[in-house]
């Protein structure tokens, strides 16, 4: 058995050994430190006899047994009774089969929903889910929140240490109680369906396992709540830019532009599900949620048979839409970069120079990258080549890079 493919197992499975462990253990560091030692046992012990045909049951038990000799050992130095009543409570717990028969059906969203704890911030929940649960890397969780790797793994730190010092539990909540904590994990599951569409770095454009994860957990949070318009437009979001995998990449792993790509690649049975989803979000009576204004978005990049039939003027409406009820600088990119299809370069390269005055976007390299493509065609060859400099030394995803520099060597 080759060392990739326990490496692949244990990408695949570790959030969810993870959250299986949290719950029998009940203790994040205790799981933690339980997961690494069962995955080193993997190692030691897959490599001559072979992964077993259930890694992750198999990861579990062996995480659990490594919790239960961990508060053995600690019998000898620390509460005796106090150990011994949570060894004999872990000792009780099995594995759950796939699908158990709580109201949540899944540990991966039972854990998601106990760590966005409404005695945290928001930041802080979704922060600490991504990094710990999800298995996303703190340069990931930054990304998502637009700041830098340090500031990001401070957060962490100071929420680990709120939970440990305010004795919040890790405890599945009522289902009377989900409505406090939905948006928090949909902010999680969307960051996730993120990390799995483009990558903060890497070889490779897209993960497609980390995409696939987030629909899932998107359809057991409807399942769940049946009904919620933000539940809706999330799965419709997803949905409709998953629908597009196949036509995103050459065979080479070089990104393929919205503009050439192949539209008879993409997965029409994703579409359709899609569009459903997205039409009945926007039929709620209450405001439209901004996953189903973005939802809205990407199905008119959808039903567009080719690029040149693209309802531009409705995108770039929406985007404004999107931009007075959820007011974002990200959102104000996206809009100039639509804005550009509309009224032209000129007028979008004046929409992202204001943006860029005001700051937020420092280390954010899709926006000298679209303000290079702005000035490019404008004919304004030199500044071009220098916003796609710039664009190229931000970028850490090696098919962005490589799409940068080409573009930086299409004009000289």
Same mark, same amino acid.
């Given at each position: 058995?080759?060392?990739v ?11 969810r050994?993870?959250?299986?462990? +949290?719950?029998? =253990? @009940? ?9 690494q ?11 001559? &006899?072979?992964?077993?045909?259930n ?5 579990v ?10 508060l053995?050992?600690?019998?000898l130095?620390?509460?005796?009774? /106090?150990y011994?009543?949570a060894e ?6 099995t594995?759950?089969?796939?699908e158990?028969?709580?109201?949540f059906?899944? !540990? ?6 106990? %760590? %966005? ?6 930041? #802080? ?6 990094? #710990?649960? %999800? ?8 990304r998502g929140?637009?700041v830098n790797e340090?500031t990001?793994a ?7 240490r709120?939970?440990r010092?305010?004795k919040i539990p890790?405890?599945t909540?009522?289902?009377v109680?989900? !409505?406090?904590?939905? $948006? ?7 960051? +996730?369906?993120?990390e ?5 770095? @890497? !070889?490779?454009?897209?993960r497609?396992?980390?995409?696939a $994860? ?7 949070? !409807?399942a769940?709540?049946?009904?919620r318009?933000? =539940?809706?437009g999330?799965?419709?979001?997803m949905?409709?830019h998953h ?9 080479a792993g ?5 503009e050439?790509?192949?539209? @008879?690649?993409w ?5 359709a599900?899609?569009?459903a989803l997205?039409?009945?979000?926007? /039929? ?5 949620s901004?996953?189903?204004?973005q ?9 567009a048979r080719?690029?040149?039939a ?6 770039? &409406? ?12 990200? =959102?104000?990119?996206?809009? #100039?970069?639509? =804005?550009?299809?509309v009224?032209g370069?000129?007028r ?11 700051g937020?976007? $420092? ?12 000035l490019? /065609?404008l004919?304004?060859?030199? $500044?071009a080549? #220098? ?14 890079? /490589? ?6 060597a299409?004009?000289?």
């Amino acid at each position: 058995m080759s060392a990739v493919d326990i490496e692949s197992v244990f990408r695949h499975e570790a959030g969810r050994v993870l959250a299986t462990l +949290i719950r029998l =253990v @009940g203790d994040f560091e205790l799981a933690e430190e339980a997961l690494q030692e069962a995955f080193a046992a993997a190692v030691a012990q897959w490599k001559s &006899g072979g992964i077993p045909a259930n890694p992750r049951a198999w990861l579990v038990n062996v995480g659990r047994n490594k919790a239960i000799d961990y508060l053995r050992r600690q019998i000898l130095f620390r509460d005796k009774r /106090r150990y011994l009543e949570a060894e004999a409570a872990l000792a009780n717990q099995t594995a759950p089969p796939e699908e158990d028969e709580h109201a949540f059906g899944d !540990d991966m969203l039972r854990l998601i929903f106990t %760590c %966005c704890h409404p005695a945290l911030s928001a930041e #802080a929940r979704v922060a600490l889910t991504l990094r #710990a649960v %999800c298995g996303l890397t703190t340069e990931a969780v930054a990304r998502g929140f637009l700041v830098n790797e340090e500031t990001m793994a401070q957060r962490l730190v100071r929420a680990k240490r709120k939970i440990r010092d305010a004795k919040i539990p890790y405890e599945t909540p009522a289902l009377v109680m989900l !409505d406090a904590r939905v $948006e928090g994990v949909l902010a999680v599951v969307y960051l +996730i369906f993120t990390e799995g569409y483009a990558a903060t770095s @890497g !070889d490779t454009l897209m993960r497609e396992d980390v995409a696939a $994860e987030a629909i899932r957990l998107g359809r057991l949070i !409807d399942a769940l709540i049946p009904g919620r318009p933000d =539940v809706m437009g999330l799965l419709a979001l997803m949905l409709l830019h998953h629908a597009r995998r196949a036509a995103r990449v050459t065979r080479a792993g070089d990104i393929v532009l919205l503009e050439d790509q192949d539209r @008879g690649l993409w997965d029409a049975s994703e579409i359709a599900e899609g569009l459903a989803l997205v039409d009945r979000a926007l /039929r709620a009576p209450d405001r439209p949620s901004a996953y189903a204004v973005q939802a809205a978005i990407a199905a008119l990049h959808a039903r567009a048979r080719q690029h040149d039939a693209t309802d531009w003027p409705q995108i770039v &409406g929406l985007y404004e839409v999107l931009l007075r009820l959820y007011p974002s600088p990200v =959102v104000e990119l996206n809009h #100039a970069a639509a =804005v550009s299809m509309v009224d032209g370069p000129a007028r979008a390269l004046a929409l992202i120079d204001a943006l860029a005055a005001r700051g937020g976007l $420092e280390d954010y390299h899709l926006l000298p990258a679209v303000r290079a493509d702005l000035l490019r /065609r404008l004919g304004r060859r030199e $500044e071009a080549r #220098a916003a796609y400099r710039t664009a190229l030394a931000l970028a850490k995803l090696e098919p962005e890079r /490589r799409l940068l520099a080409k573009r930086l060597a299409e004009i000289g």
